[in-house]
């Protein structure tokens, strides 16, 4: 019976190659990880923001410049994960209540955080004047668009599964 060959490609194999390290060495992976988040998990177990601390490792072993940015600032690793669930979710669920979210969002964005594009607005996490826990200025976007998307669902008296087949994010 033949077995499948192991797949050269991505950020382990290029971590391996670049530290001298068995690819095939599953303790070596889970260490690593271990580095990264505090836990020994398998790929199938990790959070995107755990993937995120994971990935700056792996692209910090594998001497790519990017990766020991992110792993100097963590917070860098959720901020595609922030954006990506504001254009492929929020948005498209604020369509079934206003006429044009992404405007909606604009005048959120200049009143609040003073621009017009929300890829502009700052992933890194400032002390909070309350006592709060510390939050990012996009993290802060990411909340605000999500408050008042819930209101105007609860107002309009959908559920949040009504709300999301009517966005077609769920049939």
Not at 36 to 51: C, D, H, M, V
Not at 91 to 98: E, I, N, W
Not at 106 to 135: A, C, W
Not at 137 to 163: C, H, N, V, Y
Request: a positive charge; hydrophobic letters at 35%.
């Amino acid at each position: 019976m033949f077995s499948k060959p192991p797949r050269r490609a991505g950020l382990w194999w290029q971590a391996c190659e670049a530290q001298g390290w068995d690819f095939e060495d599953r303790e070596k992976r889970l260490d690593v990880f271990q580095e990264a988040i505090g836990q020994r998990k398998s790929f199938k177990e990790l959070t995107n923001p755990e993937f995120g601390h994971i990935r700056a490792k792996m692209e910090r072993y594998a001497n790519i410049l990017k990766g020991a940015e992110k792993e100097l600032s963590p917070e860098k690793c959720a901020a595609p994960a922030i954006r990506h669930k504001i254009l492929s979710e929020i948005l498209p669920c604020l369509g079934v209540y206003v006429d044009d979210p992404i405007a909606y969002a604009e005048r959120i964005l200049v009143k609040e955080f003073k621009t017009k594009v929300f890829e502009n607005l700052s992933e890194i996490r400032q002390p909070s004047k309350t006592g709060k826990q510390p939050s990012s200025p996009l993290e802060r976007f990411f909340w605000t668009l999500s408050g008042r998307l819930q209101a105007k669902r609860r107002k309009a008296g959908d559920s949040i599964k009504e709300m999301r087949e009517k966005s077609a994010l769920q049939k």
